[in-house]
């Protein structure tokens, strides 16, 4: 029970947390250099891909890279 | 036989989904260009991918794609103290396509996608699930990806037979559907079976702007693989025999990462920087690091260089050759497959990109909104390190054909063209 409510309330905290980064962090008129593309992540999707392809054949240790996406947050 | 391609390429999948694109057309070529010991030959691949992505309305997204991989080289047929000797060219094509649909909402998008990937051995099919959606403030994104494979590997029928007595592929054995379901030839040795592989990919992401110039992503990856993963054309040398290799049927695998961008205004420049901790059930530990940094330079010229430094320890039945072969397996499984050995991997790399963007009611070449050129080159240093006590092998791994033993042992080149209209 203990440990039931200790992980509702990290799951709380983190989405409070998550939602005050969210609405604090960065105002809209703030994002002109979040939006350049070097700023998002695997901007160039075939080239991920293609990363992404090479080294799972050389390593057994593949996968979670990340996803598409951050920058302005338009998506 | 192409197997981790195919898993790699639904961990692209897994992975990328929740970027959907607008009306674009991306096509790009990339050549992989491997050498090996001995002078055997290396590994020669070709790999054209073309997307193409159109908007249904303003609510929706259709992706079509077709890659390709076309593979030449020289492979190792048993895994020994001297594989280099036991080296014989092969050739293999592969073909996928893949077709998504998502939808846009204010703050949220939806997407599901299959791909069907096909070569001479290996049949691919991948259905996926994927969502995102934008927190209060737009400066936090959730996403959340599933994909499944329904995947067959061709395999030579051992069905009665033991780990130390099955036999493995070969290139002239028939990996028709027919020559499984007419089981009345001639040639009983040539007989091929079909075997299942199943894998559920999960993948979680968090993205936040932490700064006007800077912001980071966290990820959680998962996938459960179970069935057959064996290269059904390996053997190794375990003690007086060369059997197939042989290797669990179930694997559970998790990896965590974290990646940080700083742009920096005054330079026109960022920073990105990555770190990555990846752990399986058959024992594998890795870790990953990466380092780069993207410079415009003018109004149309991005330039990016970047490092890349991997390392994982050994499959827990992973052996240098010199073992198997004197000491048998631990247990009863037995792999020469250098992505499960001890491995540390270097690469360094380059891109330019040119970049044209319409201005005014001036289109680029009168018909696109933005045209990006995009050429880049990766250095390869792959370094296989011991699994056993080096002392304690006097036949040394130099000859075991998983790596070249030179400083450079592969490279990449890179051309591509992203079309946005």
Redesign the interface.
Known sequence: MALRFSSEMMLAVLCLALAACGRNAVRASEKEFLADQVMIFDDDGQEAAADEHISTNREGAAGGRGSTGGGCGCN | MQL??I???A??AA?????WADDAV?F?T?W?QEQRQGGQGGLTVV?P?L?IGADLGEKATLDIGYSADAVTGATATVYTVDAVSTATPFDDLRHEASLGLAL?GK???FGIGGTAGMERDYLSLTISGSG?I??????????L?YTHNFDQTCDKDNADLGPLERRALTGFDACTKESYLVRGVDDATAMTVWHDLSID?T?A?????????S?V?L???G?VLNGFQSNPYRRVRVGPNEPQEHIPDIRA?????V?W?K?F?GVRG?V?A?V?G?S?T?G?????AELAW?Q?AGSSL?L?VRARI?Q?TP?TFFKDAFFYETESAAGEYFTG????SP?R?IVVGG?MTLISVAEDDHEVWGLFDKLQL?L?ADL?L?HELAADDPGANPAGRDRQFLSSGQALDAF?L?V?L?ANY
């Open positions: 981790r391609a898993i790699s390429v961990l692209v992975a990328s989904a929740p970027a991306d790009t990339v992989y790999h991918q997307d846009h703050r949220s998008t995102s934008d927190l209060p403030g737009r400066n936090t994104n959730i996403a990806s990919t993948q992401t968090v993205t936040q702007n932490l700064s006007p110039t912001n992503q990820s959680l990856f996938q695998r998790g990896a965590a990462a990646r961008n742009f205004p960022a990105h990555s990555r990846y399986d058959w594998v530990n890795g870790g990953t993207s415009y991005l990016k991997h994982q499959a497959d250098r992505e499960l491995v991997n891109k995009n880049k390869y792959l990449v890179g591509g992203l």
